[in-house]
């Protein structure tokens, strides 16, 4: 892809300009009785690119319109694209289909959204999955965690925990609470 898009700036600067002159010639000439002064103005103002304008219609579409152009003396490039939002067609679909009745389904298409999965399994109501709602998506859920939207996230945080718990269980011998009366032991060698 590079090598093409090299190959056509190349032709671009290699082949000679065929456009209309844009420039302009503006010749004055002033006269008194002895003197006469002749002077010649050429503009060359480089023509001016100009950013496509990329219109959409409808405001129930979730596309953003983006564009821009350069220009230089010799080439000009104006671009226009559209970007798709698709947490924005998440949510519309998931309207959707509440507004149609399918409930769970509606809830489904949110938890695509790692945020939503999340808070759903923090309320300790899991997503649903094949069909399946609460215990029974949970242990779904618990069986298969690949199927997770946030799976390389959820891998980080699980070995994280059982670090956590390896690290507590090494300190569990010792105890954590002391009387009034009793002096902690402290040996100051085994914490460096």
Known sequence: MK???LLVV???????????DTNTTVSSTVT??????SSNTIDRTPPTASAPNVVINNQDVCVTAIGGA???SIVGLSVGSTLRD???ERLKLARSLYGMGMKVASVSML?????VFQAMEMAGTPCPIDGKIGEEAKIIWDEEPYRRPDYDEWKETVNGKIWKQELENSYSEEPTTYN??????WDDDSYY
């Open 3 to 5: 090598h093409i898009i």
């Open 10 to 20: 190349c032709l671009v600067l290699a082949v000679p300009v065929l456009a209309a």
């Open 32 to 37: 008194s009785s002895n003197n006469t002064v």
């Open 70 to 72: 350069a220009q230089t």
């Open 86 to 88: 698709k947490n924005c």
């Open 111 to 115: 938890c695509q959204d790692t945020r």
């Open 180 to 185: 009034n009366n009793e002096e902690p032991k």
